[in-house]
T-cell receptor, first 116, second 114 residues
Framework: AQKVTQAQTEISVVEKEDVTLDCVYETRDTTYYLFWYKQPPSGELVFLIR??????QNEISGRYSWNFQKSTSSFNFTITASQVVDSAVYFC?????????????FGKGTKLTVNP | GAGVSQSPSNKVTEKGKDVELRCDPI?????LYWYRQSLGQGLEFLIY????????KSGLPSDRFSAERTGGSVSTLTIQRTQQEDSAVYLC????????????FGSGTRLTVV
């Protein structure tokens, strides 16, 4: 069965610090997708990134970067020079690429608090 | 519309009553998903629609839960004889096509069963 583990329940940093959110996944499939979503206090889930299992290149988008390592089944997310607006719960998720459904299995989330 | 719209945003109901939650996906999005977010269970998949059909209902927790989608657009999630453990935020999401672009989630309906 698929599983996503976000071992860090809560992280607190001071503004401008770098922070890495860990995500470890389990799947028996060779083709799958990994996602990160942000849930700010307003509650809406915001899509950040989607990565397929055949693309291990790291991705950078502004202050955000993602490190995908199949060898360790990890898909970690780093925020560089964190800002107060980054405070949110971040979810890592996994889906299989079968059957037409991209249903997601989510981790429990990591609550990030960035203090001024 | 511009985003996924869910109504009502909040619903308080008495135990044993039926409730209907509505989702209006982004225009042109053929795939629609329902999820539930609760403190104890995190985010859980409920059901997936492709057009009007639901090829994956594996996440519905009991036969008290049902959903339909009409016209390839609006979807309704119905919970019959609500129980306190049904209290959660029910999230709807849509996407343009399979394997494409990730989901766009709505803001959810917060259901409280008293």
């Amino acid at each position: 069965a698929q599983k996503v583990t976000q071992a860090q329940t809560e992280i607190s940093v001071v503004e401008k610090e770098d922070v890495t959110l860990d995500c470890v996944y389990e799947t028996r499939d060779t083709t799958y997708y990994l996602f990160w979503y942000k849930q700010p206090p307003s509650g809406e889930l915001v899509f950040l990134i989607r990565r397929n299992s055949f693309d291990e290149q790291n991705e950078i988008s502004g202050r955000y970067s993602w490190n995908f390592q199949k060898s360790t089944s990890s898909f970690n997310f780093t925020i560089t020079a964190s800002q107060v607006v980054d405070s949110a719960v971040y979810f890592c998720a996994l889906s299989e690429a079968q059957g037409g459904s991209e249903k997601l299995v989510f981790g429990k989330g990591t609550k990030l608090t960035v203090n001024p | 519309g511009a985003g996924v719209s869910q109504s009502p945003s909040n619903k308080v109901t008495e135990k044993g009553k039926d409730v209907e939650l509505r989702c209006d996906p982004i225009s042109g999005h053929t795939a629609l998903y329902w999820y539930r977010q609760s403190l104890g269970q995190g985010l859980e998949f409920l059901i997936y629609f492709q057009g009007n059909s639901a090829p994956d209902k594996s996440g519905l927790p009991s036969d008290r839960f049902s959903a339909e989608r009409t016209g390839g657009s609006v979807s309704t999630l119905t919970i019959q004889r609500t129980q306190q453990e049904d209290s959660a935020v029910y999230l709807c999401a849509s996407s343009r096509q399979y394997g494409g672009y990730g989901y766009t989630f709505g803001s959810g309906t917060r259901l409280t069963v008293v």
